[in-house]
């Protein structure tokens, strides 16, 4: 990929939009490549060239050089001024360049929620069932920080989120959308754009190519060229269907050992399964995948069990940005007893958790920050509020009240419904907070 890279490269004017860490890959990469007129930076933050040749744009107009460039590779997350066509430079990024070389060899990953969890899952299950693998993408690892390893008969296990996929010019062969719900809107400005963003993933597809997918978002993916293979966990005409204990995909049906596995939830069951159809199409037997679902331990803050303390057992499900992953966490514990709900407002609809949680007698639900406060006030007003609804200011606040009025023997949960930018760095940060705070 490397000589892919320096073909698009050569005799160019080349400008990092964005510094962070997929941004110091790229420019790593560029360095390996070779062929460069020039490399240069452009941050809203001040950032440090990482060499005296290296001319750095930073500030609030860090994005009015971009036409002073050949080439700009924009790195996630960042909100371009401009429509894409409007700029004469070439827009790019990692994940175009990299899908672009290694299309047949990829597994992409996207979805709104459960999108670390299948990938970290698929990665675990392949590797080690004898399928050489690569894991990159969304999950905090660079796509061309593995370029070099990657041989032309590994798998590549590619968690891809909305930033990634919003200019995307390339599909992979198996394209997988766990779900669709509202989210990010304070990037896209409405959810068709957000979901159009998702899409991507199957767009440039063939007719030889698979999209796995979610019976929940099925019908939203139109014009797909490839075979679309659903999932479900309670549709029992889904191609896969997983619940209860079982998964069956083309007439198998496998027992999950549910007792030897740590996922927890019925939520977890549908994430299975679309990993069972997806190993299966690779070659991965039944004997191999249950091995490979004993030994695995699934990533931080995503219903975690953080320990008992003070006779309360506690659980971490940080990720936890949306009412349905919210509402799966109340239903997956099966002794919670306290739910700590709240973070930045993104103006995203909570009727559905709302009506949920006002329904859950015997459910302590603490709410916290500006979602929170907004949540308070939306059931007060509809008539859900009752005594065992309590409204605070912070999580050290949340948790405080959480240890006093949760019995010994029964759960709490922290499931925000919300993102954690404004008070935390990131949900993980908010996670390990978390866990300071039940510990101390």
């Keep these: 990929m490397i000589n892919a890279l320096r073909q698009l490269v050569k005799d160019k004017t080349v400008l990092l939009l964005g510094f962070g860490r997929e941004g110091r890959s790229t420019y790593n990469a560029l360095l390996k490549a070779e062929g460069c007129k020039e490399i240069a930076i452009a941050d809203a933050n001040e950032v440090e060239a990482p060499d ?17 460039f050949d080439i700009v ?60 693998s690569v894991m990159v993408g969304n999950i905090g690892i660079p796509c061309f920080d593995k370029a070099e390893e990657i041989s032309p008969h590994d798998r590549i296990v590619f968690e891809l989120s909305c930033h990634q996929l919003e200019y995307a010019t390339a599909s992979p062969h198996i394209g997988v959308v766990i779900n669709l719900f509202e989210e990010h809107l304070d990037h896209y400005g409405t959810i068709e754009k957000y979901f159009a963003a998702k899409k991507n993933i199957y767009r440039f597809q063939s007719e030889n190519d698979l999209l796995f997918c979610g019976v929940q978002c099925a019908d939203m993916l139109e014009d797909v060229k490839g075979t679309k293979i659903t999932v479900s966990s309670d549709d029992r005409k889904a191609d896969i269907v997983a619940s209860h204990g079982k998964v069956s995909y083309k007439g198998n049906t496998l027992d999950i050992p549910t007792d030897e596995i740590h996922l927890l939830g019925e939520h977890n069951f549908f994430n299975i399964g679309m990993v069972y159809g997806i190993s299966k199409e690779l070659g991965v037997s039944d004997k191999d995948f249950i091995s490979a679902l004993r030994s695995y331990s699934p990533p931080p803050h995503r219903l975690e069990y953080c320990g008992t303390y003070g006779g309360v057992k506690f659980y971490d499900d940080s990720i936890s940005t949306i009412c349905e992953t919210c509402i799966n966490a109340i239903k997956s514990v099966a002794d919670i007893e306290t739910i700590l709900i709240g973070g ?91 866990k300071e705070l039940v510990r101390g």
Excluded: W
Aim: proline fraction near 2%; charged fraction near 25%; aromatic fraction near 8%.
């Design 344 to 434: 930045m407002d993104r103006g995203i609809d909570y009727k559905e958790l709302e009506e949920y949680i006002s329904r859950q007698a015997g459910l302590n639900i603490i709410l916290m920050a500006d979602s929170g406060k907004r949540i308070y006030r939306e059931m007060t007003l509809s008539g859900l509020a009752n005594p065992r609804i309590r409204y605070v200011t912070t999580l050290e606040e949340a948790v405080a009240l959480a240890k006093k009025i949760t019995s010994k023997g029964r759960s709490c949960v922290l499931s925000p419904a919300a993102a954690s930018y404004g008070i935390f760095k990131n949900f993980e940060e908010r996670g390990d907070r978390f």
């Design 52 to 68: 005296k040749n290296v001319r750095v744009f930073c500030g609030e107009n860090y994005q009015a050089v971009m036409d002073d």
């Design 73 to 132: 590779f924009k790195s996630p997350g960042i909100v371009l001024e401009k429509d894409i066509r409007e700029y004469k430079c070439l827009v790019t990024c990692q994940t175009n360049v990299f899908m672009e070389h290694y299309k047949s060899q990829i597994i992409g990953i996207t979805g709104t929620k459960g999108k670390s969890t299948t990938t970290t899952l698929l990665y675990h299950v392949l590797s080690n069932s004898g399928v050489s």
